[in-house]
């Protein structure tokens, strides 16, 4: 069994003059990544690796996680502005190694690939998580293998 987190960046901020890339986090943000990546850590999620988009305000939230995690972390600009078959293909290339990885993306595409791969109806909110268990021993058979929901938290509901 593998499992895959899908996490929205943080509340984000969008100062003048400022690239959809660069935008900083929001102070709120701050705060939500920080309790949520406690919330996972106390209710023993387990994570192996982090894989973040580049953009500043998604890598960011992947590093406040990561001050609770203490993990390695990469990025993949597959992730900043995603399609369903982005997801798909950062997927297909983890090391099976790792049975749980944690993705930081942005919508619309994390929500659309959530429900692509679930019955449940996801519209993620900023620093919205959500897990699935999939069925398989090599990231290689995630298109084929079952995946089931195993918990959907909102910053605000935790």
């Known amino acids: 069994m593998k499992k895959l987190i899908l996490v929205r960046h943080a509340k ?3 100062p003048e003059e400022t690239e959809d890339f660069d935008r900083p986090l929001a102070d709120k943000g701050l705060e939500d990544a920080m309790n949520m990546s406690r919330f996972l ?5 387990s994570i192996d690796h982090f894989i973040s988009s580049p953009a500043v ?11 609770t995690y203490q993990l390695n972390f990469s990025t993949d600009e597959k992730l ?5 078959r982005n997801f798909e293909s950062v997927i297909y290339d983890l090391d099976d190694n790792l049975s749980s990885v944690a993705f930081f993306s942005h ?9 692509s791969i679930s019955e449940d109806i996801f519209h993620f909110p900023t620093c919205g998580v959500a897990g699935f268990e ?17 918990f959907f938290y909102e910053p605000g509901k935790i």
Request: net charge positive; glycine share 4%; with cysteine.
């Open 134 to 150: 999939v069925d398989c021993t090599s990231w290689s058979e995630f298109d084929g293998a079952k995946k089931k929901l195993l």
């Open 107 to 115: 919508n619309n595409g994390i929500s659309n690939f959530a429900n």
């Open 80 to 84: 900043y502005n995603p399609s369903e």
């Open 12 to 14: 984000s901020d969008w």
């Open 41 to 45: 850590k106390n209710h023993q999620i």
């Open 57 to 67: 305000r998604a890598l960011n939230t992947c590093k406040i996680f990561n001050q």
